[in-house]
């Protein structure tokens, strides 16, 4: 086994990119010296990204935010602006694991461990986020949900390391929610989960919605129907019905240790509806 | 003389009667006569058996004696956390 | 496997170790260096008892390969009393009975000092989520709750 | 011995004050050293494995591989470990447990193990040791292992207790009863009855601490065992007969203990980290991972239980009955026997009847857990008692205070008691300000009794007095959260002295005399009476030396408050010697002083206690929020009230766990899917409020004191008072413990459809 700590990106994805056995990219290692304790991972090469220059700051640019692969979840936590822009995205980042686990994951880890339950996923997805994947063939800009492709498994190819997660700025009337249900009230992993983003027109009816729920299928599910339904409503009880319908509808949950396939489905309907509320309330709808 | 009382499953082993008259000044010869009387016994005394004697649960102090009239309950010795 | 070399400051002193690649800063810790305050409950993030304090940022050691450890600063529950001066915390969980067996307190008291230092007035709320990454079988975290309040009321007043 | 145990009122200095601990300062600066912060020269890595399947004969270990791998020292199946046992099924069970021998029982039973220069190469050698495996069909469901058409998990199990001797194996080891009157009579005579079957899953205790031991055979027979254990001359004898080593010549130093509530009370991996020194001829250090403590160490029972209950409508109950099937793992245990013992101890009843099985299964061998069983019993019982009074339309609380055994009541289990506290914790609670309290939608209050019996046993202390006259004070007894206070302040009590100038350590088993293990509820119990007996042994001698210096009989030399007196006007001259004075001219006056005993505590006092918690239901997800609660119980005296209210709060804390979400989760091949903390979900610090406590004290009349166990009994009415609150906030009966989120909407949704 190797421990290396590039400073380029150029050089980390030339390293993954010659690895000759299974090689591992670190950041907050909050999942992979897990899998590495458990002996589900035995990987010969650890990459550590996190003095690679830019990947541990958040940047607010003209186009909206740009948070680098090796920024802990805390730092979102502590960031104003993005915690205004994006108070979805922020509060599912901080809800991954304690306080100490908060100092060290990263939401791009999250990404990419590609378990149908990560936290900072559906709520990234209602987002929009994309993600600025490099690798050995150049760079490329992709949908945060074109990532996972089932559990455990994603769209990455050898080599390739995402270096940033992109939220767009924010216009006008605007708010994001994410909530989960979880046994306990921290350390869980959830059982379902959803996230909402909406945009308002100027009277307080939705313009555009977003949904996205999670631990609810292999992946995490956009769910367009549930968006569209809410488009052209304020928010009333009979819409928060359909949506809550739609969102149970969508699930194709299975029953595990953490949760049955009735529970998934009837609680992500219900999450929907309270993290729909909450998003409506924060883009200024009433 | 003291009236001895056994917990069900004992009293099973004691030929199915709960409530033995005996002769006995402590828990020793209490647990020395019941032998005796009922062999079966044997393996639970050397298993443990807590004696209760006016409501006071005695587990090791096989010399405790047992006063004249007393209330005599044997109970299985048990584990705790 | 090659050993790493990692030189590092330890409660201010610097430290300099060789490690293997895939060992935890835990395990550097205790194994290597002799502290044994941080201790292993589960080895995978979910007890806190290994908790340490990287560069200012509160961390489960278990989670940290000692080969991250290059450059950092890092505390940990050897080094909260400053010579024979209790720290507060340490105080505190003394006075309140704040622990029964003992072996999640050197996390809880680094995950309350971290959390004071972030946060030197916390509701009780906001102590019992703050905490709620250690996790304690013995006290029912009552007594913990309450002593890391009074311990807050102590440091504010000092 | 001519100890008077016997209660006498008597006003206290020291006992019931609240000094810091004398180990504490060492636990919040990191020095304290648990079970795997000892280190030897030396020292090797000892690494387990252990079978992936539920039921599997073993049918060949090739370890050949495994030895030849550079850095292994040592590899042990169940060869290194014969039977010495000498017909001694409990022991027989340990040893198999420790390291299987025909058959794998469980998923994670150990089959072999290796020492190692290090963890890389001893987890490297264990992928090199070849098991062959027949796996065979399995059970670790308790109902269905009970079940005649059951995979058989050892054929030579004919169940015990049956009126005739079954001419078939089962999984049913034993059954067993206790009562009295005639329920059938009882059941004729009610008004109302109530009749309920319940379940419970099973839990872990749950310590932070894993178990973890230092082990080193030295080639001629003498060993030493650094471990952590909740009682180290057990574990002596255990390990000294499981490897034939003479006991005295094994050495066993408790560590620190970081938790143990029952899961440390026997061996698990001891013997084979000393087996792995005796074969490498080298010390051994030997740490559990949190998933082996999961999967191979300590759980409760899981259980199944028929309760019928019945009333007139005065609110008298006039029978009671209970069927009990408790999970023993693969071994015979006497769990069901307890839990058939405590189910109905808080009631005055004519008529009672309990039954119990003892049921194995495919699970690791059950080990006490905090007042062991007791728990779900009083979860069905307390259940039925709630549901009872609520359809004789009485108050709950009403109804128990009317049925609440009392002094001389015959128990259900047997003999009668004395005083007792079921009693009081009820009026308490009835008048407690949390029962007038406001509640809020979704949110209910529920109440619950329970019972311990406390145990006593063998105990040792030495209380050695140092020419300063301060105190050492060395005990037996393993201290699980707290005891070194409380038996510095009994000490400081009796010998009328200040609590700072004792100061209190647990020996080794070379230093001091057999003790029992901490358990039962015993620790401060038992050893403060030896703390007492020692302490007036060494007044005794301090007597004496005052006696000698003042040059009169000892029969004149009372001692009061630290000082010998010389009594009579005659000495009137004479001003009091304190016990300082006296042991500054010990060397002079015949040595040093000391008082020792050795003594057996028995006369424990059964304990109650009686529990409020307020909960509130979120109807839609089934989630639940402890919004409050509070415990109480009696102590028979508080000697050291702060650790005895840590009692009261941690018991609750991991009932309260127990009932909402801990649970061993079994997958279809047996295996355990949840051995972990992140999804066995023990109470985080945000699940839960202040826990309340209010301390009674009913003196134990067994006790110069009147000292009770306190430690076991606080967690046995949290299931039923959760279960309790939560019936009353959403109206579901919960039947399964835990009552988690998916169980309590599935409830609410089949009410909710009819």
Known sequence: ?????????????????????????????????????????????IVDIKRIGGLSDVTETAEGFRIGA??????????????????????AANLIGSKQVQGRCTITGNLCNASPAADSVPAMVAAGARAVVVGP???????????????????????????????DKRPPHAGDAYLRFIPRTEMDIAVVSAGVNLTLDDKGAIRSARVALGAAAPTVLLVEEAGQVLVGSKLDEDTLERLAKICSGACRPIDDKRGTIEFRRKVAGVLARRAAAIAYKRAGGK | MVEVTLWGSLSAVAGGKARHEI???????????LAEQYPGIEPWIDRGIAVAIDGTIYRDTWSKELPEGAEIFLLPRLAGG | ?????????????????????????????????????????????????????????????????????????????????????????????????????????PGFLIAAKDLLAKNPSPTEEEIRFGLAGNLCRCTGYDKIVRAVQDAANVMKGA | MNFDPRFSGRKFASVGTRPIRPDGIDKVTGRARYGADFNMAGQLVGRVLRSPHAHAVIKSIDTSKAEKLAGVKAVITAKDLPDLT????????????????????????????????????????????????????????????????????????????????????????????????????????????????????????????????????NPDGTADLWVCTQGHFVYRQHCAQLLGLEASKLRVTSSEIGGGFGGKTHVWAEPVALALSRKAGRPVKLVMTRDEVFRASGPTSATSIDVRIGAKKDGTITAAEATLRYSCGPYAGSW??????????????????????????????????????????????????????????????????KNAAQEGTRASYGPVYGPIGIGPTLEAVKHHPHMKAPLKANQGRGMACGFWFNFGGQTCTDLNIGMDGSVSLAVGTVDVGGSRASLSLVAAEELGIDYSHV?????????????????????????????????????????????????????????????????????GNLSPLSLKEIAAKSGTTGGPIAGHSELVADGAGVSFATHICDIEVDPETGSTRVIRYTVVQDAGKAVHPTYVEGQYQGGAAQGIGWALNEEYIYGKDGRLQNAGFLDYRIPVCSDLPMIDTQILEIPNPNHPYGVRGVGETSIVPPLAAIANAVSNAVGVRMTHIPMSPPRILAALDAEREG
């Open chain 4, 336 to 401: 069901a026997e307890i839990g058939a013992m405590t189910a109905f101890a808080c009631y005055k009843l004519e008529n009672v009847k309990t039954v119990g099985f003892e049921v194995l299964v495919n699970r690791p061998k059950t080990a006490a857990y905090r007042a062991p069983s007791a728990p779900m019993a009083a979860f069905a019982v307390e259940s039925a008692i709630d549901e009872l009074a609520h359809e004789i339309g009485m108050d709950a609380v009403d109804f128990r205070i």
């Open chain 3, 1 to 105: 496997m090659a050993g790493v070399a990692v030189s590092t400051t330890i409660n201010g002193d610097a430290v300099e170790y060789l490690c293997q690649p895939d060992e935890t800063l835990l395990e550097v810790l205790r194994d290597r260096l002799g502290l044994t305050g941080a201790k292993e409950g589960c080895g995978t993030g979910d007890c806190g008892a290994c908790s340490v304090i990287v560069d200012g940022r509160l961390v489960c050691s278990c989670l940290v390969l000692g080969a991250e450890a290059e450059g950092r600063k890092i505390e940990t529950i050897e080094g909260m009393a400053h010579g024979d001066q209790l720290h507060p915390l340490q105080q505190k969980f003394l006075e309140h009975a704040a622990l029964q067996c003992g072996v999640c307190t």
């Open chain 1, 137 to 167: 063939s150049g760079k490329r800009t992709i949908a945060v949900e074109a990532v996972p492709t089932g559990p455990g498994r994603t769209s990455l190819a050898k080599g390739e390391i995402i270096e940033a997660i992109l939220l």
């Open chain 1, 1 to 45: 086994m190797r421990y290396i700590r590039p400073l380029s990106i150029e050089d980390a994805v030339g390293e993954l990119a010659k690895a000759v056995g299974p090689a591992a990219i670190l950041a907050g290692g909050s999942d992979l010296l897990v899998r590495m304790k458990g002996g589900f991972v035995d990987p010969e090469l």
């Open chain 1, 70 to 91: 090796a920024v802990p979840c805390a730092v979102l936590g502590e960031n104003k602006a993005l915690k205004q822009a994006w108070p979805g995205v922020v509060e």
């Open chain 2, 23 to 33: 002769e006995a000044k402590d828990i020793r010869e209490l647990f020395r006569k």
């Open chain 4, 503 to 571: 100061k209190a350590i647990v020996a080794d088993t070379s230093s001091l005399g057999y003790n029992d293990m901490t358990d039962g509820s015993r620790g401060t119990f038992s050893s403060s009476m030896a703390t007492i007996s020692a302490a007036r042994n060494a007044i005794k001698i301090l007597r004496e030396r005052a006696a000698q210096m003042w040059d009169i009989p000892v029969d004149d030399v009372t001692w009061e408050k630290g000082h010998a007196i010389a009594k009579g006007e005659k000495y």
């Open chain 4, 86 to 217: 000498d017909g001694d099924a409990a022991m027989f069970d340990i040893l198999d447990n420790c390291m299987a021998r025909k058959k794998a029982l469980y998923d994670g039973h150990a089959v072999a193990a290796v020492a190692a220069i290090d963890a890389r190469i001893a987890r490297q050698a264990l992928k090199l040791i070849e098991v062959e495996y027949e796996v065979l069909p399995h059970v670790t469901d308790v109902d269905e292992a009970a079940h005649h058409h059951a995979p058989l998990i050892n054929d030579q199990v004919f169940t015990e207790g049956l009126e005739e001797k079954p001419v078939k194996p089962s999984n049913i080891t034993k059954r067993t009863q206790f009562g009295h009157g005639d329920v059938h009579k009882g059941f004729a005579e009610a008004d109302f009855v109530v009749e309920r079957s319940f379940k419970t899953e099973q839990t872990h205790q749950g310590y932070i601490e894993p178990h973890a031991c230092v082990a080193s055979v």
